[in-house]
């Protein structure tokens, strides 16, 4: 009865009324007991609705329906093809629809439909994989910022390229949980571009020749690099093999830092030889094996015979890299008459400096601190300039050939000098 009531009335009741008894007769149909009889009538009283021309009626239905499991598929599977703002309201909560319906939807689907798809619960991996490929970058970002939205590898590689240059991006990458680490390190180079000013590019596009760009992408690789487990590592080797991140520069790097475990596989790699074999080459004269059967330059084999006396033992790395090492790798490429516009020179003359200035904030480190322990009231704060004279004026009272107590007048002189200290 209750379905023949409801059609008697929505025949002549205006659009609001219609979409007010929709909806109350579709949870009527989630929660009362009704007998199997009326709740099939019911439910074709509600298929019935699907052609109403309001579209708040069908709205009103979408809104019912959409996160009951219990609800007739077919009239979901409708609605789900309604007009988007109707769509999108059970695209992104019925838990009814297929993995193949949703990646019907994504692949003729607008922005908006992209956006309520990605923010599923539960998003299933071949969803996910279509909205990579052809979501916008607001898509992206949501599809990363859904925790139960099942990512694979390559969809995330996928979205780096197409968007890693977008504000974001990259960042939401690098905080999901259970990242792969050649994604994490793409991620991370995407973020390198972006700082250098990138904004327009994609990740794929690396900026070979810019040396900045370079070496930040040399240390994440050799970041990333140092954290796999020699499980890992082959295909962490084999990914930035793909994305020509490989070079002579990064090999020699690795020689002088004394990564010997990555060494050995990113030379395996190049030479065709497993990890395992390589790692017993590398460290001895059959280093030179892999150098040739890596292809590597024969005009850089001198480089790297001065790269391999300079290394630091291996203790746990406990010992680093020094500057004198660094000259005298320097000083091979000279003697070699590898240029100074060669690139793994101006590696080598960008490690020198970098090492340099680490050096200098050291010392300005230290410095600083002796400072503070010998004339902390020099740098309190807290002081104002007279109160900084006066007790300066009573330390040095009692030093020799210092103030007398209380000559704070002279000292005041000295005031310029006193600022620049603070």
Known sequence: MIAHRFLAYVETAPWQARAGATGLLAQAYLRSSLPDDERSRVEAAMTAMLDDESSDVRRALAEALADSG????????????DEPEIACIVLERSPLL???????????????????IAGRAKLPAPVSAALAQVGSAEVALRLLGNAEAVLPAFSLESILRRHGSVAGVAR????????????????????AERAGGNAAGAVGAVRRNDAEFRDAADSAVI??????????????????????????????????????????????DLASIPLAKAKGLVEGPGFWILYRKADLPEGLKS????????????????????RGALAEVLSACAEAGVTDAHPVVCMLRRMDLAMAREAARE?????VAEIFMEAPVLLRPSLSENER??????????????????????????????????
């Open 70 to 81: 219990d609800a007739p598929r077919h009239i979901l599977a409708a609605l789900a093809a």
């Open 98 to 116: 297929t993995s193949a319906e949703l990646v019907d939807a994504a692949g003729f689907g607008r922005a908006d439909i992209h956006l309520a």
């Open 172 to 191: 939401a990458v690098i905080e999901r949980e259970g990242v792969p680490r050649e994604i994490l390190l793409l991620a991370e180079l995407a973020e």
């Open 223 to 268: 970041r990333r690099a140092v954290e796999c487990t020699e499980v890992e590592m082959p295909a962490f080797v084999a990914f930035i093999r793909r994305s020509e991140l490989v070079t002579a520069g990064l090999i020699l790097r690795l020689v002088l830092e004394g990564h010997v475990t990555v060494l050995a596989a990113v030379l395996g």
């Open 303 to 322: 480089v790297f015979e001065a790269a391999l006396a300079a290394r630091p033992p291996r203790r746990a790395h406990e010992e680093k890299l020094c």
């Open 363 to 367: 010392t300005r480190r230290r410095v």
């Open 389 to 422: 004279i006066e007790a300066l004026a009573s330390e040095t009272g009692g030093a020799a050939g210092g103030f007398p107590p209380g000559r704070s007048a002279e000292i005041r002189e000295l005031r310029p000098g006193l600022a620049s200290a603070a």
